[in-house]
């Protein structure tokens, strides 16, 4: 259990004036990726692996789709070392192979710091008037970074919110560093539901309603499988922005999966360890390491994986 720390002791001094960017592209010194957890999930007891290690394709997880998101970034603003920071802790996990990920770095909490205190703790050495932009690395980015940031480019304040036109947030925010320098550098601090309102009566913050699709979370099963529905057609199916709920749109088996030519998987995915047996039916699961849809079984709707509960 985390105690959050009274909004009065958030800010331990007062900052800086207001420093108005000339421009978010300009003033952009890295893309930070949330990327941390308070608590596991049962999706993560049954995958046992960084949300960021969810495979959406056989040949791309959600960290690989960031990856791509990001590299288009840089092609556009013309910076090719644009920094990328992802942000974890021990409960999460760092993604495999990040260490290889170009012109990127993992910081990973000394404790459990909560996202605002991750990001002050990530902005800690950056230049007060330089911006950061703050993805929600748990989850499928169906819009390009460049569209995500132009959005927000006309907007001159400290922080910059992105919603969706109904007004609920997508996760992306705009983020001046140096209104992060008085945050308490110890304890836990949730970025919405402290940190922001406390910025707000100190701050430029404002929000900004754009019509781009909303980033899938990745938090459960249920969110899993629409954001695996969505990546096998790149969210068209036929036309339609969604397929029926009955309708079959991938199935997915990694490598080191057993998975019988019998077997059937109807949106489902199998990660590597798991097994479906001789004529065994997984219907919307995810069959973890050491899962087993046993021979002639069906599942619907299921992790299947040790550890977790029936």
Known sequence: MHTPIPAAQLLRSPLDRCLTPAGAASTLEAVVLLAGIVRQAPIDRASRRSRLDLPLRADRTIGRTWLERIAGLRRTLGRPSLRLIVSTNSTAGVPAG???????????????????????DVTE?????SHILIAPGNALCRESLESVLAGMAECP?????????????????????????????????????????????????????????????????????RALRWAAHDGVVEGRDEAEEWEFTFSLAEQ???????????????????????????????????????????????????????
């Open 98 to 120: 990040a260490e290889s990920w170009e012109h990127a770095s993992v910081q990973v909490d000394r404790e459990i710091r909560g996202s605002g205190g991750a990001l002050r």
């Open 125 to 129: 050495s950056m230049d007060p008037s």
């Open 157 to 225: 304040a400290d922080v910059v919110v992105q919603t969706t036109p109904a007004g609920a947030p997508t996760g992306f925010f705009r983020i001046r560093c140096g209104v992060l320098a008085g945050v308490a550098s110890r304890g836990f601090i949730d970025l919405k539901e402290q940190l922001l309102p406390h910025l707000a009566t100190r701050f430029d913050v404002r929000v900004v309603s754009t019509p781009l699709a909303a980033p899938l979370p990745v938090r459960s099963l249920d969110g899993y499988i």
């Open 256 to 310: 080191g999966a057993a998975v019988d030519p019998t077997a059937r998987l109807h949106d489902s995915v199998v990660l590597a360890g798991g097994t479906v047996g001789p004529k065994a039916l997984a219907v919307r699961c995810l069959v973890g390491p050491g899962g087993r849809v046993k021979a002639g079984d069906s599942c619907f709707d299921q992790l299947v994986g040790e550890g977790v509960e029936e």
